[in-house]
């Protein structure tokens, strides 16, 4: 049984693909000189580099000279955050707009930046859906505005953002505009130009490129605090010695999605609908969490079942083989219920019985069909033992 493998926690992490791994490989023992370095025998190592920059920016439209290479998401955004508000203070921009339903590695960099700094942070809702209205944005720019971060697509409920529509509305008005764009970037087209983004966070390990590598598109003619001080890499605006392997892996992959990003996603979200359509006829009073169809990342699947505990339910379906989780693996190891769920208004107890699954090139038709056997089976047993349930029942006669 425990044989198994069904992961179905893709947006946690992917495995780095083959051929990725294959481009990489050279670049730790073969090809291994300083791409800073004088000799002819590293200009290998910053040959590869500015190629996987090209990748990296021709995936979104960009110019290479947009992209820079960081050591992760996080670093990206956190980055654009911290960077745009110190260079803009002596401006008298000390404001940040963001939404409530952002991952951590922008709403903690947020508080730090108004407990630390002093700097003002907006915090915008979202509809039961999880979209930010752009007319809340539009409403809550003032003049002392520096930076709008709103998420491409959310990581727990998979909503996908009026992107463009915000874009335009910070143009308008003369503000910048940052997305974090890690899940998004894995599974949408993205055109940078079209949708009037200034900055944009992705992570390698979220598009089958390993752990420890990020990048940051930051439009031409912006100007932001450096975050890492030190050598002058990445035009002097990202200091320490390239991750050089990484950065080529991050590359390749990009490359690749790009190619069969539209099969992909065309197979991926037909196994969603099935997914969310099964879990829905077969289990009662289930609930979906998040948009649905287009506005919905095609990976996603987010589901409260009132009167059980989601942790419980992912023991349950770990025994039976399928990796699932609860919300965002980085809040896992906290019994806070998400605070995304929370934003869309959901009560306690339903946000407490939440699960995600998240599909991706290790997902089978197989694995769908047997996640549909599976759970409702498991709900349908800790729901015999749950006193929350008989109580959901009775209150419900
Ligand atoms: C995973 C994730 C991050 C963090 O990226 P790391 O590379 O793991 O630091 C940031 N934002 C979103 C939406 C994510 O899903």
Redesign the pocket.
């Known amino acids: 049984m425990q044989e198994k493998f069904v992961y179905m926690d893709h947006?946690?992490?992917t495995p780095v693909s083959p051929e990725v791994m294959k481009a990489m490989m050279p670049y730790f023992s073969e090809v291994f000189g300083n791409p800073s370095s004088v000799y002819s025998y590293s200009k290998k190592s910053r040959a590869a580099i500015e190629k996987a920059r090209m990748q990296v920016a021709n995936a979104f439209n960009a110019a290479p000279a947009e992209i820079f290479f960081t050591s992760?998401?996080?670093?990206s955004?956190n980055w654009a955050l911290k960077g745009t508000l110190e260079n803009l203070k002596s401006k008298g921009k000390t404001h940040l707009i963001t939404s409530k339903i952002?991952?951590h590695?922008?709403l903690h960099t947020a508080e730090y930046l108004h407990k630390i700094h002093g700097f003002d942070v907006t915090y915008l809702p979202v509809d039961s859906e999880g979209r930010v209205n752009p007319e809340d944005v539009r409403n809550a720019i003032n003049d002392k505005t520096a930076l709008v971060s709103i998420?491409f697509?959310?990581?727990e409920v998979g909503t996908i953002q009026p992107i463009k529509k915000i874009g335009e509305i910070c143009r308008e008005k003369k503000v910048l505009f940052h997305t974090?764009a890690?899940?998004a970037a894995a599974q949408l087209n993205i055109d940078v130009k079209d949708l009037n983004i200034d900055m944009m966070?992705i992570?390698?390990?979220?598009m089958y490129a390993p752990?420890?590598i990020?990048a940051l598109y930051i439009r031409k003619g912006i100007r932001l605090e450096n975050f890492m001080h030190g050598g002058g890499q990445e035009s002097a605006r990202r200091a320490s010695t390239e991750n050089l392997a990484g950065i080529v892996g991050l590359g390749e992959a990009m490359e690749i999605l790009k190619t069969r990003l539209d099969d992909d996603m065309r197979r991926i979200s037909s196994w969603r609908d099935e997914i969310i359509s099964g879990i829905l006829a077969k289990i009662p009073y289930a609930k979906l969490n998040g948009a649905t169809g287009s506005e919905r990342l095609p990976n996603n699947i987010n589901c409260s079942f009132i009167g059980v505990e989601g942790e419980t339910l992912l023991l349950d379906l770990d025994y039976r083989g399928i990796s699932a989780s609860t919300g965002?693996?980085?809040s896992s190891a906290s019994l806070d219920p998400s605070h995304v769920l929370l934003a869309l208004g959901l009560k306690h107890e339903m946000a407490h019985g939440s699960l995600r699954f998240t599909l991706g090139r290790l997902t089978t038709h197989d694995h769908v069909k047997y996640l549909l056997e599976v759970l409702p089976e498991i709900v349908a047993r800790r729901r015999e033992m749950s006193p929350l349930w008989e109580d959901f029942l009775k209150s419900n006669a």
């Not at 992570?203 to 979220?206: E, I, L, N, V």
């Open positions: 947006t946690a992490t992760s998401g996080t670093e955004d952002e991952h590695a922008i998420m697509a959310n990581n974090d890690v899940q966070s992570s390698g390990h979220k752990k420890g990020g965002s693996a980085c």
